[in-house]
């Protein structure tokens, strides 16, 4: 009865501890560094990742939609960034970690808003 208690005990404890899982950065080329210009589609300013979706400018002359994660607010907020830093509408300038299938989509590192102030957001 006391090693059932014991590990009833220790399974509630276990519980209680915040889970520290978190995704891989592989599916980004942390070895390579791209910039691209655009307007501002939206910027979510939640955990667990910042997201700024960016409208582009293609060749053809449509806009293309980009997907950019980032850190979370506790690491953006120590950079100086909050939800008002941009907004819908702005033009920015974002560089980033391209994903490795080429896809529309990278790990922001940083970006200049319409004021040419620039935030980097890796350590």
Same mark, same amino acid.
């Given at each position: 009865?006391t090693? /059932?208690i014991?590990l009833?005990?220790?399974?509630i404890?276990l519980?209680a501890l @915040?889970?520290? %899982?978190h995704?891989?950065l592989s599916i ?6 791209k ?6 589609? =939206?910027f979510r300013?939640?955990n @667990?990742?910042?997201r700024?979706?960016l /409208?582009v %400018?293609a060749p053809?002359?449509?806009?293309? =939609?980009?997907d950019f =994660?980032?850190g979370? $607010?506790?690491? /953006? #907020? =120590?950079?100086?960034?909050?939800v008002?830093?941009? %907004?819908?509408?702005?033009?920015? #300038?974002?560089?980033?970690? @391209?994903m490795r299938?080429?896809?529309a989509?990278? /790990?922001? $590192?940083?970006f ?8 980097v957001t890796r350590?």
């Amino acid at each position: 009865m006391t090693r /059932l208690i014991g590990l009833i005990l220790c399974s509630i404890l276990l519980g209680a501890l @915040p889970a520290a %899982a978190h995704h891989s950065l592989s599916i980004y080329d942390r070895n390579k560094s791209k910039t691209v210009e655009g307007v501002v589609k =939206e910027f979510r300013f939640a955990n @667990p990742h910042a997201r700024i979706l960016l /409208l582009v %400018a293609a060749p053809d002359g449509t806009m293309k =939609e980009w997907d950019f =994660e980032g850190g979370g $607010v506790r690491r /953006l #907020t =120590e950079r100086g960034i909050s939800v008002n830093t941009i %907004a819908k509408g702005d033009k920015i #300038t974002v560089s980033y970690n @391209p994903m490795r299938d080429g896809s529309a989509r990278g /790990l922001f $590192v940083s970006f200049t808003t319409p004021d040419g102030k620039n935030y980097v957001t890796r350590r």
